[in-house]
C-alpha cells in the first residue's frame, strides 16, 4: 500500500528523504494519519461480516435471541419447536459480526422442483445494510437449479419491494397465469 504524502506543510525534501529532516510537530501528524489507517484497517476486519452455511458455532440462545429481535414471538414461545425448525431446514446461511448471530436465512428443498423460503431475518441494529439481501442470493444461488421458489410473507409493502427486486412475483399481480396458492394452519384464523 503506498502511504500518502502528509497532509501538513512539508517539503518534497523532507518527505522524500526521511524523518530526521522534519520537526516533531509534523513527526506527530504522520504517526497520527499511519495510527488512523491502522486503526481503520484492524476495526475493519475486525468488524467484517462473514456468511456461512449450516449453524454449527451458533447457539440455540443465539437464534433466540435473532429471533426475537425482530418480535417473532409466534417461533420463540416455543423455542424447542423453533431449533428443531432451524436443524432439520434443508439449507441454512447465516452472517455473524464479531461472531455474534446478526442474520439467518432458512430453506427447504426437494433439491429439484422446489425451493421454499421459510425465514430471512436479520437484527433490526444491522438492517439496511445489505445483509438480508446476500442471504437470500446465497440461497438463491444454492437453488439456482430448482424449477420453482416460492415463500409466504406479510402483505407489506417494503416486503413486496425487496422479493420483487430479486425476481419474485406476488401471486396477486399475475394476469396471464392461472396460478393460485392456498395455506393452511392449523389454530390460525385466515379470514
Known sequence: MRMREPTVPVSRGQWATGLNKIDNQTFTCILFEASYILRFVLTSEKNMLKYCEGIRNISEDDILRLYNSVNWTTYTKEPENLIKAVTNSTY???????????????????DSAIHYLQDILVD???QHRGIGRELLNRCLKRFEHVRSHVLLTDDDEKQKLFYESVG????????????????????????
Do not use: H, Q
Open 92 to 110: 441454512v446461511v447465516i452472517c455473524t459480526e464479531n461472531d455474534k448471530l446478526i442474520g439467518l436465512a432458512r430453506c427447504l428443498s426437494d
Open 124 to 126: 433490526p441494529d444491522f
Open 168 to 191: 419474485y412475483t406476488s401471486i396477486k399481480s399475475l394476469k396471464k397465469s392461472v396460478l393460485n396458492c392456498y395455506v393452511k394452519m392449523p389454530g390460525m384464523n385466515l379470514e
